[in-house]
């Protein structure tokens, strides 16, 4: 009955092949809530009554499904193992929802609902976002429970099937349910690593918000031997007003978008994070705020992104003029930044450059609000030396991340410091097709969350 036996049991539950046949029947579920097709809905509630409910219920967990009070959102189980009045209560959190499959854009031999192992990668859809994270916390409790017996520590757990549309519902249930939610502390994992062979551990996210750019200038499409320079143009007028939002090398000049919040203890936790190396793009040292690293302006900075441009029929051009263009866009933000203010924010800095006629479009899907805790937290250098006892002192820890998650309903409605500890990596194509785990950190994150549940439910 020892931390290391935990850790052993945990990493036998991986090598021998369980792991991965557990993580494949989760990834059967085509449990896509951006999907509004009936079925896809199914999927998402047989998910909570099939997937996890039984398995929560063999580790003791007293369990409701309850539906969303949003109609666009799916099913949430809610859930708790209690075992003394006067022990800790860690509450911990998944969603078992995922994009929609693309399933004729994976690459041959791949598909989305199906594990297909290659090398050190399993695919499929939903194994980093997020039904194997959630799955390496579910076993890693069952692991400490095995080998102690008990687990000395309440625990209480949320799986929701609506993160990918905005996690719509969940500030509502929270507040409905938030007697049954109370806790110290909400330790879960989403999102990557910093780097794939070192652990990284993160407080908060940035923010984001969704708009529309549209202008139209008349009606119609008409030829532009006869109508050109006559009529304006607003594709040229939208990438202008475009142009007027960052400067060329991405330099935010919308006053209200440019954070105050960088401190000096925000700075010095982010100083030594690595953003380059591993998989993915080649990281660009000359884009973004110049004055920052390449660190803070992921982590502690404000981004704007066009995500998708348009203006008449891109695949099949013909010699007109566009009535109309339009461009949706992104502005992720850290802690300081005032939601509310972000479009207004816009429409005054796009008429002081001349662009009134431009309009903003603001999306209706739901988005997550900015959130941070203290790299001095208590409950951070906590987690943080238990996860260096782990892995032999590898560590990095974020005060936020760089995405988004919806941590603001853990803080701000729950009261909760909130500590994530992610088990995948930033080349995993979530969200995109061939989207992977990698078997190293899934076992590694076995052990980090296993040592984790030990040490909290040891005396003292």
């Known amino acids: 009955m020892t931390r290391q036996a935990a850790l052993t049991r945990v990493s036998d539950y991986f090598d021998d092949g369980t792991f991965r046949a ?21 999927e998402c509630r047989r998910y909570l009554d099939e997937a996890m409910e039984p398995r929560l ?45 693309q399933d004729a854009m994976w690459r041959e031999g791949l598909t989305p609902w199906q594990i297909v192992e290659e090398g050190e990668r399993l695919y499929g859809r939903g194994t980093a976002d997020n039904k194997g994270q959630h799955l390496v916390n579910i076993a890693a409790l069952e692991a400490v429970l ?70 139209e200038t008349h ?58 190396g591993g998989e993915g793009p080649e990281v660009n040292p000359d884009w973004g705020e110049e004055s920052l690293t390449p660190a803070e302006r992921v982590f502690g900075w ?22 109309w263009a339009r461009a ?4 992720r933000y850290v802690v300081g930044t005032d939601p509310e203010e972000v479009i207004p924010a816009l ?8 662009f009134e006629n431009v309009e903003i479009r603001a999306h209706d899907r739901g988005f997550f609000a900015a959130t941070r805790l203290d790299p001095d937290h208590p409950w951070v250098e906590r987690i943080g030396a238990s996860i260096r006892e782990t892995s032999g002192g590898a560590l990095h820890v974020l005060p936020n991340l760089a995405g988004s998650l919806p941590n603001d309903s853990f ?30 950190v899934s076992r590694d994150g076995l052990r980090i969350m296993a040592g984790i549940f030990w040490d909290l439910g040891e005396p003292g």
Request: charged share 20%.
């Open 22 to 42: 557990e993580l494949a029947h989760l990834v059967t579920f085509r449990s896509e809530s951006q999907n509004p097709d009936d079925a896809a809905r199914a």
């Open 57 to 101: 219920r063999r580790l003791g967990f007293d369990c409701e499904i309850v539906d969303n009070p949003d109609p666009r959102g799916g099913p949430l189980l809610i859930g708790e193992r209690h075992e003394g009045d006067d022990l800790t209560t860690i509450l911990t959190y998944g969603h078992g929802d995922t994009v929609r499959g």
């Open 146 to 215: 095995a080998e102690r017996g008990h687990l000395g520590f309440n625990v209480r757990i949320v799986i929701e099937m609506s993160e990918e549309v905005g996690s719509v519902g969940l500030p509502e249930t929270f507040e409905r349910h938030k007697d049954r939610l109370a806790a110290d502390v909400l330790i879960a994992s989403d999102g990557p690593r910093l780097q794939p062979d070192v652990p990284t551990m993160f407080m908060g996210s940035r923010g984001g918000t969704a708009f529309d750019l549209v202008v």
């Open 219 to 276: 009606e119609g499409a008409h030829h532009s031997g006869n109508w050109g320079g006559l009529l304006s143009d607003p594709a040229m007028i939208l990438a202008h007003a475009l142009a007027s939002i960052t400067d060329r090398r991405g330099q935010i000049k919308v006053p209200e978008w440019r954070p105050t919040s960088l401190t000096d203890s925000v700075r010095a936790a982010l100083a030594d994070l690595p953003v380059t």
């Open 302 to 323: 404000n981004s704007f992104a066009i995500l998708a441009m348009v203006s008449g029929v891109p695949d099949a051009p013909v010699n007109a003029i566009s009535g």
């Open 328 to 331: 949706t866009c992104q502005l």
């Open 347 to 354: 429409r005054r800095h796009l008429d002081a450059e001349g």
């Open 411 to 440: 803080t701000d409605i729950l009261g909760l410091p909130t500590i994530w500890v992610p088990h995948s990596y930033r080349g995993c194509s979530q969200h995109a097709p061939n989207e992977h785990v990698l078997k190293g």
